[in-house]
């Protein structure tokens, strides 16, 4: 969680994307010390964060907001809130399926702020056919509730990734 923290509140490096004040968002990019890509999105969300958590880390749910998400699936639950999970994502435009294991865990704070760790490099799972195994070495997303108005939060959702394979530049800004 310590490292999760130090990239969310890191001010150095950082190209904004997309800053859109109508939607309440800003997107971020840089690229980590392993050279790969490393993502950043901040967002006001309508919800508390443990209902706006909740949402998010749903599986069912994530398909239904997700086009990219082709499956998801939780398959071992190692405690209350650990557990090895896969996804798939579609093939977009020229860029292959990718795929990832990963290894979630979350936990609540006393403020009610709620803080999702996710990692996976696992490289001895079966692969796919057509997929491409990609990597995320620390990623999650951070929800904390507003100071003024507790019933919203905010939250900041961060990946660095390795896609993997040939994915043009285009497509990863």
Same mark, same amino acid.
């Given at each position: ?55 998010? *880390?749903?599986?069912?749910?994530? =398909? %239904?907001? !997700? +086009? ?6 939780? /398959? ?63 990623? *999650?997303?951070?929800?904390?509730? =507003? %100071?003024? !108005? +507790? ?6 959702? /961060? ?15």
């Amino acid at each position: 969680m310590k490292q999760l923290r130090a990239i969310a509140d890191d001010p150095e490096g950082w190209q904004v994307t997309i800053d859109s004040k109508k939607d309440r968002m800003k997107c971020e990019q840089r690229t980590s010390e392993r050279g790969f890509n490393v993502g950043r999105i901040t967002s006001i969300q309508d919800f508390d964060s443990i209902t706006s958590f909740r949402a998010f *880390g749903n599986g069912e749910n994530r =398909l %239904k907001y !997700d +086009k990219n998400c082709e499956r998801i699936e939780s /398959i071992e639950w190692c405690g209350a809130n650990f557990l090895y999970g896969y996804q798939k994502l579609h093939k977009i435009l020229s860029v292959a399926s990718r795929d990832l294991y990963q290894m979630s865990f979350w936990e609540v704070m006393d403020d009610n702020s709620v803080y999702c760790v996710v990692w996976g490099e696992d490289e001895d799972m079966p692969e796919e056919p057509g997929c491409v195994r990609m990597t995320v070495p620390i990623g *999650g997303a951070i929800f904390k509730p =507003l %100071k003024d !108005d +507790k019933t919203k939060c905010e939250m900041t959702y /961060i990946a660095e990734a390795h896609l993997g394979g040939n994915v043009p530049g285009w497509i990863t800004k």
